[in-house]
């Protein structure tokens, strides 16, 4: 898709990932509206990047006002050309320990804020792109790029929800592409390994170097403009579709 005038939604987008891909594409004459939780600092980072940037507040675990929000977003926005998903989260815990088994609730949380949470936003954002008028047939309407992890494929001891989660978010990839290529809309998913984004932000020199040693190069923990770049790439490229793509530096996580 074209960057000059792309309309983008970014749930997530009051920091991290979502953040550097919304400056990284405005770079480039896209728009955006932010969506985050309302205590984030969405009002204000809306404010300080211009260019009509819009806030609106939501929480992924909330259906009616995620979709509120969404749509609040795209009318915003005059319509809607690209989402980016990053909200998520997890938490360490074992299937079993000396307290007992993983409390049942606290596995449904994690499903439900990473999986069900991502798949609802894309599910209304598929629909909201599929409103845009094309100029040919079998012409682009959008593009959706979710945010999964590399724990996705070999989680660590004692992210057993994290993993799942995001194994269901990679999982899903292919398939809600082709339900929706005949619609002109692609869907990716962005599949990371550790960055420097909310609490490895705070992790030492030293402690990076020992999270990160298995890597291939670099040895180091990401920076979220080079997710923005991947972010750019996906949204540049029509024929970047349905697939899962790791960015780890050739990192494959250890069993803890």
Known sequence: MELQGLRLLAVGGASGF???????????????????????????IAEELGNGTTFHPMNVMDDKETEDAIAAGVE?????DAAINTAGGGHARRTLNKEGP????????VIEL???GTFNCARLQAYHMSQNEIDEPGGERGVII??????AFEGQIGQVSYTAAKAGIAG???TMARDLGSMGIRVNTIAPSLFETGLTARVTEEGALNMTKDAAYPKRMGVPHEYALLARAIVENPMLNGDTIRLDGGQRFAPR
């Open 76 to 80: 915003a926005l005059g319509g809607l």
């Open 146 to 151: 979710n945010t999964a992890s590399i724990a």
């Open 18 to 44: 979502a953040l550097a891909s919304i400056k990284e594409l405005m770079k480039h004459g896209a728009k955006a509206a932010i969506l985050d939780l309302p205590t984030s600092a969405g009002a204000a």
């Open 102 to 109: 993983y409390p049942i609730e606290d596995f449904r949380r």
């Open 114 to 116: 990473n999986l069900i």
């Open 172 to 174: 899903m990839t292919l």
